[in-house]
């Protein structure tokens, strides 16, 4: 089966500037998730998604950070304006259920914020 | 409040000797616990994961042995190969089945 796709790869902006991430995950995985992995640190969830609802998003810094999942399948993740701090790799996971086991983690995104 | 801690960020073995990575968690909660092993430039990829109701599991060269009442696991990797030269992250999950992730340990494994 097809992995998590995750785009773009890398991405170099300005503090201030804003950022999308774009995640699609595998086909019928009903639960998708984002973590944030910050250099020698690991993988910090931000929000979990079930089909198209929130489930979780009580670590994502809110006024800042914003994601969607429209009609239940790909999901995107924006932050506006960004801080220096924001430096990170951006994963994006799915799995058939609220499960745990065995997420799928696609190949992230990483942000660099100068 | 690191709820999972990998208190080793790094570890060198000979091939063919047995590794060792250890991790410790403080919520009495978590009841399934993970190893994910991470490439530069991947994602984490699942490894091997065991259940609060055993104490260990094994998959070919890996095995996690899981001690509740020190609140603290293990992952045993035997005979280590080069190619198993990656950073390994153990997580947690409670009911809610979100993963909880240690800093991570870079296992690397000399010919």
């Known amino acids: 089966e097809a992995g998590v796709a995750q785009s773009p790869r890398y991405k170099i902006i300005e503090k201030r500037q804003s950022v999308a991430f774009w995640c699609n995950p595998i086909s019928g995985h009903a639960t998708l998730y984002w973590y944030q992995q910050i250099l020698g640190q690991g993988p910090k969830l931000l929000i979990q998604f079930q089909n198209n609802g929130v489930v979780d998003d009580s670590q994502l810094p809110k006024d800042r950070f914003s994601a969607e999942r429209l009609k239940g399948v790909d999901s995107t993740l924006k932050i506006q304006p960004a801080k220096l701090e924001d430096s990170a790799v951006y994963l994006c996971a799915s799995s058939f259920l609220r499960a745990g086991h065995g997420y799928t983690f696609g190949s992230g995104t990483r942000l660099t914020v100068v | ?111």
């Not at chain 2, 089945?97 to 800093?103: A, D, E, P, V």
Request: proline share 5%.
């Open chain 2, 1 to 111: 409040d690191q709820q999972v801690k990998q208190n080793s960020p790094s570890l060198s073995v000979q091939e063919g000797r047995i590794s060792i990575l250890n991790c410790d968690y403080t919520n009495s909660m978590f009841d399934y616990f993970l190893w994910y092993k991470k490439y530069p430039a991947e994602g984490p990829t699942f490894l091997i994961s065991i259940s609060s109701i055993k104490d260990k599991n094994e998959d070919g060269r890996f095995t996690v042995f899981l001690n509740k009442s020190a609140k603290h696991l293990s992952l045993h990797i035997v005979p280590s190969q080069p190619g198993d030269s990656a950073v390994y992250f153990c997580a947690a999950a409670g009911s809610a089945r979100q993963l909880t992730f240690g800093s991570g340990t870079q296992l690397t494994v000399l010919p």
